[in-house]
């Protein structure tokens, strides 16, 4: 989830700042903290990092150092009493600002609109690992759905259970998406890692989208390829999406993250990567090991906030170190992943 009402009060002054109109570093601070809400909203909770793939995007293959860990249930439950949705009028004014200041249609189907009408209405359950490879997982998705919070995470159709799969949809997710690279299994296996199968992936899930059908499940089958920019990029994608015509799913071509530490600087098309960072001040994210970390791009959990299992997320979210850490954003340093190694922009960039 992403505070709505942040964005929304944060809009007007957000604009300026980025168009390099304002110069007080303490007066925007006090701004940003009376609009961001004292009660803590959760972007995403990292249930697992467990994961079979050995994806060349990810950092998790090659510089995530922290052990490998599935978030204990108990810590779970104690998350799970803290997150409370949205009410549907506050959504309905977030819908009127998006197509109002965005100009993103409630209607449409692509990476931006993905951004603004899905991310900030779900507790995202995936992080550096595949939540398909955590025992727990359908019953962490009721547990959410039974307090009327929607849920959604990403994962690797080679991981797909059949019966696994059909609980979830039972247990009340709500988008459950595939990553798919490519139509050809080569250049899947060399993007994603061996086991990758096209084929056997695309059978799997238009099996579910019967079982789906059938049984009238609510859950939003998403489809999504990265944008590499590949010469053959284009072609893949449409023959991708010429698969799922007329299946009832939403498919997207995604930009790519994590370009700080490839030689790609492709522009992103993504409005999330072209504003500056709002992760202080917006919503706070908890990893596998329990650590309350300010997003989700903290891979090996460097800027730790609290801990869930022993503090309350109210509590870290309106403690000194995050008061701290939203300063660090408006006198950016040298020598933290904020400023070293991640693709957004720091809101003190942009000060006259």
Not at 180 to 204: L, N, P, T
Request: proline share 3%; net charge neutral; hydrophobic share 35%.
């Amino acid at each position: 989830m992403i505070d709505i009402r942040f964005y929304m009060k944060v809009h007007d002054l957000k604009r300026k700042l980025m168009a390099r109109q304002l110069q007080n570093k303490e007066d925007l601070l006090e701004q940003f903290d009376q609009f961001r809400s004292k009660t803590p909203v959760v972007f995403n909770i990292e249930t697992t990092n467990a994961c079979n793939m050995k994806c060349t995007m990810c950092p998790r293959t090659t510089l995530m150092t922290r052990r490998v860990q599935t978030l204990d249930m108990e810590t779970y439950y104690r998350i799970v009493e803290q997150i409370e949705p949205f009410s549907d009028e506050e959504w309905s004014a977030w819908e009127d600002f998006v197509e109002k200041r965005y100009a993103v249609p409630k209607h449409s189907m692509n990476e931006n609109h993905f951004f603004l009408y899905i991310i900030p209405k779900v507790v995202i359950l995936h992080g550096y690992g595949d939540p398909l490879l955590d025992r727990h997982i359908a019953q962490r998705v009721k547990l959410l759905a039974e307090r009327n919070v929607e849920t959604y995470f990403s994962c690797n159709p080679t991981n797909i259970d059949i019966e696994k799969t059909i609980e979830l949809f039972e247990s009340g997710i709500s988008y459950m998406k595939y990553s798919i690279e490519s139509v050809d299994d080569e250049k899947h296996i060399a993007i994603r890692g061996r086991g990758c199968s096209f084929d056997e992936s695309y059978k799997k899930i238009v099996t579910l989208l019967g079982y789906k059908k059938k049984y009238s499940c609510k859950t939003v089958v998403v489809i999504s390829m990265i944008d590499f920019n590949n010469s053959w990029q284009q072609q893949h994608y449409d023959k991708l999406r010429d698969a799922f015509q007329g299946k009832d799913v939403y498919i997207y071509l995604k930009s790519q993250d994590q370009h700080w530490y490839k030689e790609n600087t492709d522009n992103t098309k993504s409005i999330h990567w072209s504003e500056f960072c709002q992760f202080p001040w917006s919503s706070l994210t908890i990893n596998s090991q329990g650590g309350i970390l300010a997003c989700g791009q903290d891979y090996n959990g460097e800027i730790v906030l609290g801990n869930a299992r022993t503090d309350t997320l109210l509590d870290v979210w309106n403690g000194e170190k995050y008061r701290r850490f939203r300063d660090s954003h408006l006198n950016p340093a040298p020598g933290i992943k904020c400023t070293d190694r991640c693709d957004m922009t720091l809101a003190g960039d942009f000060l006259a």
